[in-house]
């Protein structure tokens, strides 16, 4: 993907997390479930696309064996979890239309695989409402269905060749334009608790914001306040993961370490793109722990106000 692509993307990814996190209010908002359930859905597409793309430009073929592998796995989960729906509302018919076993997808023919992946896709959507509780939603048989469509294309290629090249990123152009849809949409609905909810307002801006400036010398800046009175803090300890893993910049037990200065300040020139989880420590203070989007070429900024303990 380019530069903008992936920055939108991580910006994106940051939003999902975050909408998530505040459904009590979003969940309110009028008309807000289907666009946040189609933004969710378009950024696992991208996901998958995303990696096609990448293994494509760095050469290394797309094998049919690996869409295999990777659909029998998919559709493996969506058995089990269907027919565990099926069992326990008694739908003995459900139970043995999607009852497959790994060898039994693993011995399937491609065409076979495919009809049999459908067959689980099909059952598990005609179920929909009833099986959230089951691990099922849209957006993951949105990139379950994606799979299976990759997988049927492949089937008389070896290899994704230049044209597949194209529809990746065609695909990719549009999944992006219609996720700018979605947002700006989204902003509009976050307009009306502008005033009722302004933390949660506060957070949502600072997140939909992308910067597209290129290069920077700094990969991340920032300042820590006392929330009390607003003046900065000195010797706030400030430890930077990626959201999962360990940064790539190691000082202390594989975290990028930094303290703030005599203006409460702090700045990071090296961190690979990503969501960061961020922690501000000092003594006589409330921990504070909060994220933070760094994308490539680009200046993240952070404000942290730690409450006295």
């Not at 989960?77 to 008694?90: F, L, V």
Request: net charge positive; charged share 25%; proline share 2%.
């Amino acid at each position: 993907m380019t530069n903008k692509m992936e920055s939108k993307y991580l910006m994106v990814l940051a939003i999902i997390s975050y909408l998530e996190k505040n459904a009590t209010i979003t969940n309110t908002l009028p008309n807000y479930s289907p666009l946040y359930t189609k933004m969710k859905a378009n950024i696992l597409q991208v996901e998958i696309l995303r990696g096609m793309k990448e293994t494509v430009t760095s050469g290394i073929p797309i094998s049919k064996e690996q869409l295999k592998s990777d659909l029998i796995a998919m559709a493996l989960d969506y058995s089990r979890k269907t027919e565990a729906y099926a069992s326990i509302n008694n739908n003995i018919i459900l139970s043995k239309e999607v009852h497959y076993s790994k060898t039994d997808l693993k011995k399937s023919g491609n065409a076979k695989l495919k009809d049999r992946a459908l067959i689980i896709y099909d059952r598990a959507l005609a179920n929909l409402p009833a099986m959230i509780s089951y691990g099922v939603n849209e957006e993951g048989l949105a990139a379950y269905k994606l799979l299976i469509d990759q997988f049927t294309e492949e089937l008389p290629n070896v290899r994704l060749g230049k044209s597949g090249q194209k529809q990746t990123s065609d695909q990719l152009i549009q999944l992006f334009k219609e996720n700018d849809e979605i947002l700006s949409k989204i902003d509009l609905l976050v307009e009306i608790v502008h005033t009722s909810q302004p933390v949660f307002y506060k957070g949502y801006k600072d997140l939909r914001k992308v910067i597209e400036t290129g290069r920077s010398s700094l990969a991340a800046k920032g300042m820590v306040t006392d929330a009390s009175n607003g003046e900065p803090l000195k010797g706030v300890r400030i430890s930077f993961d990626l959201d999962g893993n360990k940064a790539m910049t190691t000082k202390s037990n594989g975290s990028i370490v930094k303290k703030s200065a005599e203006k409460g300040r702090f700045n990071v020139k090296t961190m690979a793109a990503g969501i960061y989880i961020v922690t501000a420590s000092k003594i006589g203070y409330v921990t504070q722990v909060v994220k933070l989007v760094v994308n490539t070429g680009e200046l993240s900024d952070l404000k942290v106000e730690l409450v006295k303990d």
